[in-house]
T-cell receptor
Framework: NAGVTQTPKFQVLKTGQSMTLQCAQDMNHNSMYWYRQDPGMGLRLIYYSASEGTTDKGEVPNGYNVSRLNKREFSLRLESAAPSQTSVYFC????FGWGGGEQYFGPGTRLTVT | GQQLNQSPQSMFIQEGEDVSMNCTSSSIFNTWLWYKQDPGEGPVLLIALYKAGELTSNGRLTAQFGITRKDSFLNISASIPSDVGIYFCAGHLEYGNKLVFGAGTILRVKS
């Protein structure tokens, strides 16, 4: 059972380039999330999808877009990368949406923007 | 901004010692989750707590949901080198729809 998978594992971009981070889960979970992790900041929510067909902004959505492609897949797009977006990005999923429920994380994508 | 205060920020311990860390808040939580993150990996769920006063164990790990619903504690007994990593608390607020994370406790073991 793979759980939550993310691709790529590492990426280096130049300022202004675009890219899409991919995430898939095989646990039949309804809700999916994108977080970024920066030193000393903990995990901050970028966007989430409570259920297939819905997406909402989290704490730090600026500069990002998301697509809930189907129940399994949730992608994060950087349209014009900036050095401030250098971070580690984690995708997570949970069976239920808000108010409770355990979130399970993928292995992360380490992104550097030069 | 952060609504959870996690302490200590980091700690060195001697192998075999017991470890305690905690998360506190001025807000009330419905759920507490404890995660461990190894270097270069994603957070892994260790323990989930759903009721005030609940005490739950997972091997050498024990966590408690504070009776005020504003805090939670994680204890690790008889630490070993593989306990090294970052431990995060997280909670669902009573009123709100996000999982709030603490900043993490970095655990380093002196072998």
């Amino acid at each position: 059972n793979a759980g939550v998978t993310q691709t790529p594992k590492f990426q280096v971009l130049k300022t202004g380039q675009s890219m899409t981070l991919q995430c898939a889960q095989d646990m039949n979970h309804n809700s999916m999330y994108w977080y970024r992790q920066d030193p000393g900041m903990g995990l901050r929510l970028i966007y989430y999808s409570a259920s297939e067909g819905t997406t909402d902004k989290g704490e730090v959505p600026n500069g990002y877009n998301v697509s809930r492609l189907n129940k399994r897949e949730f992608s994060l797009r950087l349209e014009s990368a900036a050095p401030s977006q250098t971070s580690v990005y984690f995708c997570a999923s949970s069976e239920f949406g808000w108010g409770g429920g355990e979130q399970y994380f993928g292995p992360g994508t380490r992104l550097t923007v030069t | 901004g952060q609504q959870l205060n996690q302490s200590p920020q980091s700690m060195f311990i001697q192998e075999g010692e017991d470890v305690s860390m905690n998360c506190t808040s001025s807000s009330i939580f419905n759920t507490w989750l404890w995660y461990k993150q190894d270097p270069g990996e994603g957070p892994v769920l260790l323990i989930a707590l759903y009721k005030a006063g609940e005490l739950t164990s997972n091997g050498r790990l024990t966590a408690q949901f504070g009776i005020t619903r504003k805090d939670s504690f994680l204890n690790i007994s008889a630490s070993i080198p593989s306990d090294v990593g970052i431990y995060f608390c997280a909670g669902h607020l009573e009123y709100g729809n996000k999982l709030v994370f603490g900043a993490g406790t970095i655990l380093r073991v002196k072998s």
